[in-house]
């Protein structure tokens, strides 16, 4: 059950990323909490490289929430499958 909280919390995360990136790309704006913002207009190459690795970081923690689940959903159905 741990482990599906975890993978529950990472898909959150998740979530939360992929909204962010996709409202990047619709504004042309990256949101920067920690500095000035910085614009698609001024400055591209730094705009798609944080943005390509936004989504790489994104798509990277979804898979790792889907393994998680997937072990977790696994031990489940062995437990069950042990107490008969």
Known sequence: M???AIAALIGWGCIIGATEVVE???SGVLNNRK???IL???Q????WALISFYTAATLTAAGL???VM???VR????????DQ
């Open 70 to 72: 997937a072990i977790a």
């Open 35 to 37: 500095g000035p913002d």
């Open 44 to 47: 591209p190459v730094l705009y």
């Open 24 to 26: 990047s790309l619709r």
């Open 75 to 82: 031990d489940l159905i062995r437990a069950q499958g042990a």
């Open 65 to 67: 929430a889907l393994l």
């Open 2 to 4: 741990a482990a599906l």
């Open 40 to 42: 698609a207009a001024e």
